[in-house]
DNA sequence: ATCCTTTTGTGAACCGATGCACAAAGTCAC
DNA sequence: GTGACTTTGTGCATCGGTTCACAAAAGGAT
């Protein structure tokens, strides 16, 4: 069904789109210096990658490098980000105004790759006002007004493990089918509701992992024996 | 060079040490509302995963499960715990008192999974001294010296992108082994350090990427499902 | 004690991702 | 224009991970 060898496949793989924001940061950084060349071999070093796979990752987007040459640093910013979807601006609510939202709302990293945060909610009658990083936080009773009124399509729920089903329900309901989830706990959604996670913790528990294989292990074990 | 089918062959699949933290959250949930066992099936819907997936994971870890039965939810939390080392207590500092690295030192999920936050570190005179989380802000320059006294091993990167090169690479000479970073950049570390990366934007990016596809893509392609 | 039910643990097929290695395609110097 | 050189794009072998599907193991009923 689908054409074997097209230059523009839209079928690109997951592990390649995981990959793009990294060279796309690498590629700021080349911009910014004022390079406007650089070879998959010094871009797959910048971007902490084997040169091999950065080809063939970009080779999913089409084929924008020049032989003997490398890759056009500027056009390559632009194409990357446009197969991200960076080249428009996303509206995105953050809910759970804790210490985590606040970092979030503050976060540089998102406004400057085309994410504009839009509105951020706290259930907490408390903090409902209050100014976090420019923004007004609005009551959670008017997720669904709010949502609606601003165009918001990205949500990130940075509320405690308890609400996040409840929110993320709401959410759903109100049209949103993009979710970037803080909260500890596993998100039931509808399908063509995309959800990614980010567990802090799971990370340092992977770290533990390997470093008490570094020590000598649960049993000091050399061999499996 | 190793025995191919040990229950307890030391070589644990990277893939399945990235989901024991999930299958710990799950079992620790259940523990709490006084589950005694848990079937496959069941345990793999609360932890998000399939089943046989869930049973090669542990089948990894050794045979702790009954046939007819199930797994015995505290007997699995323990194997869990011990194989991601967290049956011992890890002294984590945190170089970066921003917003992210507040969020960090005050987020719960650490501290409950065995990991105890010795040290916050920042080199801003402004907020050295400070108080975070219960914790004194210490200045940069004890950075060593504090690692050493107190035993870390764990260091948690929340810089700005151009400090965290630096820092990275006096928390080696200090003989830490093990960075979660946060900072946006790549690091370069020698062999034998593990540095794992949590870039808040690239998930956010990675959802851009996908909800642009729902809504008809760069070139209005309709996708072939 | 035997049969029936449940559920684990795993062999084997499958699938996607990785990395090597090289021909093709381009640049540059003269 | 020619030849030397550089670097891309990709075919192919390989690897690790996922999923299926089932035999083996345990428990409960009679």
Known sequence: MKSPSHPRDRGIPEATV????LYLRALHGMAERGVATVSSEDLAVAAGVNSAKLRKDLSHLGSYGTRGVGYDVEYLVYQISRELGL???WAVAIVGVGNLGRALA?????VSRGFRIAAVF???PE??????AGLNVEHIDELEAVIERRGVSIVVLATPA???????????????????????VVLTVPDGVDVR???????????AFHEQRKAGGPLMAVDSQ
């Open 87 to 89: 080249t428009q601006d």
């Open 106 to 110: 503050g976060y540089g990293g998102f």
């Open 127 to 132: 903090v409902v006002g209050d100014d976090i």
């Open 162 to 184: 308890a609400a996040a089903q409840e929110v993320c329900d709401r959410v759903v309901a109100a049209g949103v089918t993009s979710i970037l989830n803080f909260a500890p």
């Open 197 to 207: 996670k980010v567990d802090l913790s799971i990370e340092l528990q992977i770290l």
């Open 122 to 124: 706290d259930a907490d």
């Open 18 to 21: 995981a990959r793009l924001p």
